[in-house]
C-alpha cells in the first residue's frame, strides 16, 4: 500500500518535478556513498591493527559524516543557485572545505600509523574524501575555477601520499585517478545541472505562454466591451448635455432628449448583456482550438478529429464545448501526459465527444469526486446526454460524453420559435443572433448619428 501510494505521487509529479527530484537525488547519492565507502575504508583490518589511536579513527569517521551532511546542503543550495533561484552562503562553502582538508589530513595521519604499503585503498579512501565537497562545488564557480580546483587537489593528495611513505608508482596512481574520477564527477554533475536549468527555462516559457493566452483573451474582451460601449456612452453624454441646455431654456424637448437616452442606455445594456453571454458560452469550435493551444503551449501533443460535418445542432455543440474545456483542465492536472487525442462525430444528429490522454498510472481512481465532472454530468443530463470517465488501461484515461439532438433545434431557421428562443433557455444564441461581435451596435446602428446630426 505505502510503495502503490508512493508510485502514485511519483507519477502525479510533472516532467520538470520528476528530472528535479531525480537530479538532486543522483547528487545527494554521490555524495553519501562516497562517505559510506571513506567511513568502510578507514576502519579496515590494517587501520585497526596499526596500532593507531582509536579517538583519530574515530574523528576520522566523524569527520567524514560531517562532511556528507555539509555536502549535501551545499549541493542542495548549489542547485539552487545554478537555476538562478538564490545565493550560496560563503560560509557553508567554507566550512566544506576545511572538512574537507580535515578529513583527507586524517586518512594522511593513518597511513602514517599502517605505512603505504599495508594501505593500498588509500588512493581511493582520499578520491572519497573529496567528492563530498567537489560535488556542489564545481557548479558554484566557473568551469576554469572547477579545472584549476581539481588540478590542485589531485597535486596535493599526491603529495601527501608521497610524505605518508608511499613510492613513486604509488604517488602517480593516486594523482591520476583523482584526476581522472574527480574530471569525471565535474562533468557529470554540471552536465545534469545543465540538464535541469534547461527544462526550468522550458517551463517557464510555458508558463508564461498560458499567461499570454490570457492576457490576449482578456485584451479581446476589453476590446469587445468597448466596442460595444464606446460609442453608445459617447452619445449619453452629449445627449444629456444637450437636454440640460434644453431644460435651462426651459424647452420641453429636453424630454425628448431623455427619453432617447433612456433608450440608448437600454440598449447599451442588452447589447452588455450579449457580450458577456456570448464571452461566458463555450464556443464547440473555439474551445477545441483553445485546448489545442494550451495543451501544445504545456508539451502536450493534442490531435483533434472531427468528423461532424459541421452539423451538431447549436445547443449540441454548446453543451460538448464545455465538455472540451473541462476535460483539457483535467488533462493539465491530472497524470503526466505527453498525448492527448480529441475525437468529434455526429451519430444521427447526437454529437459524441471522446477525450483521450495518457500518462495515467494504472489502478488510479477517476477525477470524479470534483464539482467539475459533475457539474458536467448535470449540464448534459438536461439536454438528455451522459458522460462517462474513467482509466482504460495501458496508462490511458478516456472521457466520452455524448449528447442528443433536441427537437427544438431541429426546426427550419425560418420558424418563428427558432428565431426567438426563451430568455430562460440555457442554450446559447443560434447563429442567426451575433453574438460577441464588433457589430452589435443596437436595433438601429445609424440612428445615433442621425440623433447627433439633427442636434447639431
Known amino acids: 500500500m505505502w510503495l502503490r501510494t508512493k508510485m502514485r505521487g511519483w507519477h502525479s509529479r510533472s516532467g520538470f518535478d520528476k528530472i528535479d527530484l531525480y537530479t538532486r537525488g543522483t547528487l545527494y547519492s554521490l555524495v553519501w556513498m562516497t562517505v559510506l565507502s571513506q ?38 543550495r548549489a542547485v539552487e543557485g ?23 589530513a ?43 580546483f581539481q588540478v590542485a587537489m589531485s597535486l596535493a593528495l599526491s603529495g601527501g601520499v608521497a610524505l605518508a611513505g608511499g613510492d613513486s608508482s604509488f604517488v602517480l596512481g593516486t594523482m ?20 535541469l536549468g534547461v527544462m526550468a527555462k522550458l517551463r517557464d516559457a510555458q508558463d508564461m505562454e498560458t499567461r499570454l493566452a490570457v492576457a490576449e483573451e482578456r485584451l479581446r474582451f476589453g476590446r469587445d466591451m468597448h466596442d460595444v460601449l464606446g460609442r453608445n456612452l459617447a452619445v449619453i453624454a452629449l445627449k444629456s448635455e444637450l437636454a440640460v441646455e434644453l431644460a435651462q431654456r426651459g424647452n420641453p424637448a429636453a424630454m425628448d432628449q431623455m427619453v432617447e437616452v433612456q433608450r440608448i442606455a437600454r440598449t447599451s445594456q442588452q447589447e452588455v448583456r450579449d ?25 502536450i501533443a493534442c490531435d483533434i478529429e472531427d468528423r461532424s460535418g459541421g452539423r451538431l445542432a447549436p445547443p449540441v455543440q454548446a453543451a460538448l464545448g464545455w465538455v472540451v474545456r473541462e476535460a483539457a483542465t483535467n488533462v493539465l492536472r491530472h497524470g503526466d501526459p505527453r498525448r ?9 444528429g447526437t454529437g459524441v465527444l471522446v477525450v483521450e490522454n495518457d500518462g495515467v498510472p494504472d489502478g488510479a481512481a477517476p477525477p470524479s469526486g470534483g464539482s467539475g465532472l459533475a457539474g458536467l454530468r448535470e449540464r448534459l443530463a438536461a439536454l438528455g446526454g451522459s458522460l462517462e470517465a474513467g482509466a482504460v488501461g495501458g496508462g490511458l484515461f478516456r472521457l466520452t460524453a455524448s449528447v442528443p439532438g ?51
Open 39 to 76: 567511513s568502510l575504508l578507514t576502519v579496515t583490518r590494517p587501520v585497526r591493527d596499526s596500532g593507531a589511536p582509536a579517538p583519530l579513527i574515530a574523528g576520522t569517521v566523524l569527520t567524514a559524516i560531517a562532511q556528507g551532511f555539509c555536502g549535501t546542503s551545499l549541493a542542495s
Open 406 to 456: 433536441t427537437p427544438s433545434s431541429s426546426r427550419s431557421p425560418s420558424s418563428p420559435s427558432s428565431s426567438q428562443p426563451s430568455s430562460s433557455s440555457a442554450s446559447p444564441p443560434s447563429s442567426s443572433q451575433p453574438s460577441s461581435s464588433p457589430g452589435l451596435r443596437g436595433e438601429d446602428p445609424d440612428g445615433h448619428d442621425r440623433a447627433l446630426t439633427e442636434e447639431r
Open 82 to 104: 545554478y537555476l538562478g533561484r538564490r545565493t550560496v552562503d560563503r560560509r557553508l562553502t567554507g566550512l566544506g572545505f576545511v572538512l574537507m582538508a580535515a578529513n583527507a
Open 176 to 195: 591520476l585517478g583523482s584526476a581522472l574520477a574527480s574530471g569525471l564527477i565535474a562533468v557529470t554533475v554540471r552536465l545534469s545541472a545543465w540538464s
Open 340 to 348: 492527448c487525442t480529441i475525437r468529434l462525430a455526429n451519430a444521427g
Open 275 to 299: 457580450v458577456v453571454r456570448g464571452y461566458r458560452e463555450a464556443d464547440l469550435r473555439t474551445e477545441l482550438a483553445g485546448a489545442q493551444g494550451v495543451l501544445r503551449a504545456a508539451g
Open 106 to 148: 586524517g586518512l594522511l595521519i593513518l597511513c602514517s600509523y599502517t605505512g603505504a604499503d599495508r594501505f593500498p585503498e588509500l588512493g581511493l579512501a582520499l578520491g572519497a574524501s573529496v567528492v563530498p565537497f567537489l560535488t556542489p562545488f564545481v557548479l558554484l564557480v566557473p568551469l576554469w575555477a572547477s579545472v584549476a
